[in-house]
């Protein structure tokens, strides 16, 4: 597969755990998140979203939290199963337009069957 | 609805020669974005086009260009090739109706298609 990343942070996980992700963004000015997976092989998939007026986003299995104060942002995945493993990124529209994305590193989660 | 393809997947090219990738979004999408993602740097912008204008542009050198043709099908043009140009190109299409994707409520998704793992010699 692809490799995106040689010194990614990583974090390994038992399948069914709760699995947290972090991402420290740069902008304060930022004002719209996103999580991205990416497999590998394949181009990133959109996870979830969230504005600057919110704290916290739920979709399915996962949940997004903002703090702009510290401008950290996480990616909480419940109930980790196998398909989970993949890099994650989080991006920021710091450039002020939502198609001008800076992404953050990535994160390898690797999840133990 | 077929998503985003890229074209081709994996290219070969050596020093100084140039090359052209190709991307054609989801249909009706009019955006589309063009990333670097390398090992060292990650994934970077490069730029953006929507119906036919450069839209936004990232911080590469003026040796990558790109194009959007009245189909929304978009290429991007690396010129002068170096060997730091090795990467995994990928682009991005979404309906891109408005400039900022929260604009009353609605969002502009970005969908990505697999990339194309450009390798110089």
């Known amino acids: 597969g692809e490799s995106v990343g040689l010194h990614l942070p990583t974090l390994s996980v038992q399948e069914g755990d709760n699995s947290i992700i972090n991402c420290a963004y740069s902008n304060s000015a930022s004002d719209y998140f996103i999580w991205y997976k990416q497999e590998s092989g394949k181009g990133p998939q959109f996870i979830i979203d969230?504005?600057?007026?919110?704290d916290k986003r739920q979709g399915q299995r996962v949940t997004v939290l903002l703090n702009k104060t510290v401008k950290h942002l996480s990616l909480q995945i419940a109930a980790t199963q196998p398909g989970d493993s993949a890099v994650y990124f989080c991006?920021?529209?710091?450039?002020?337009?939502?198609?001008?994305?800076?992404f953050g590193k990535g994160t390898l989660l690797t999840v133990n069957p | 609805k077929a998503g985003v393809t890229q074209t081709p997947r994996y290219l070969i090219k050596t020093r100084g020669q140039q090359v052209t990738l190709s991307c054609s979004p989801i249909s009706g999408h009019r955006s589309v974005s063009w990333y670097q993602q390398t090992p060292g740097q990650g994934l970077q912008f490069l730029f953006e086009y929507f119906s036919e204008t450069q839209r936004n542009k990232g911080n590469f050198p003026g040796r990558f260009s790109g194009r959007q043709f009245s189909n929304s099908r978009s290429e991007m043009n690396v010129s002068t090739l170096e060997l730091g140009d090795s990467a995994l190109y990928l682009c991005?299409?979404?309906?891109?109706?408005?400039?900022?994707?929260?604009?009353?409520?609605?969002?502009?998704?970005?969908?990505f298609g697999p990339g194309t793992r450009l390798t110089v010699l």
């Open positions: 969230i504005r600057s007026n919110m």
């Open positions: 991005a299409s979404s309906p891109g109706t408005s400039g900022r994707a929260f604009s009353k409520g609605s969002y502009n998704e970005q969908f």
């Open positions: 991006a920021e529209n710091s450039g002020g337009s939502n198609y001008k994305l800076t």
